[in-house]
Nanobody
Framework: QVQLVESGGALVQPGGSLRLSCAASGFPLRYYAIGWFRQGPGKEREAVSC????????NYGDSVKGRFTFSRDNEKNTVYLQMNSLKPEDTGVYYC??????????????WGQGTQVTVSS
């Protein structure tokens, strides 16, 4: 059974940092693209980042470029999203998702339950 479990969300002050984790089970994430998404209050879901499983290349949404970093630990079957210089507009529920295949452009088939990130003073 495929499962994705996010963790690491918290309340943090503007300018602060958080590291989100997404632990995968039921499939080897090294063979699939993994994406991070978020949905802020009253907003549509937004793509944050995605890592291609073959090349390891990573893309980022314009709003997080230079502040967020996606990494992967194949041994732990876990991916991470390091978020620095957090802003109030980064507030939302963050989700990870398993890609349909190795590419970030093939859509997503399984989603985690999400973890809440709140950036506020």
């Amino acid at each position: 059974q495929v499962q994705l479990v996010e963790s690491g969300g918290a309340l943090v002050q503007p300018g602060g940092s958080l590291r989100l984790s997404c632990a995968a089970s039921g499939f080897p994430l090294r063979y699939y693209a993994i994406g991070w998404f978020r949905q802020g209050p009253g907003k549509e879901r937004e793509a944050v980042s995605c890592m291609d499983s073959i090349t390891g290349s990573t893309n980022y949404g314009d709003s997080v470029k230079g502040r967020f970093t996606f990494s992967r630990d194949n041994e732990k079957n876990t991916v991470y999203l390091q978020m620095n210089s957090l802003k109030p507009e980064d507030t939302g529920v963050y989700y990870c998702a398993q890609g349909r295949d190795t590419s970030c452009h093939s859509g997503y088939v399984h989603w985690g339950q999400g973890t809440q990130v709140t950036v506020s003073s």
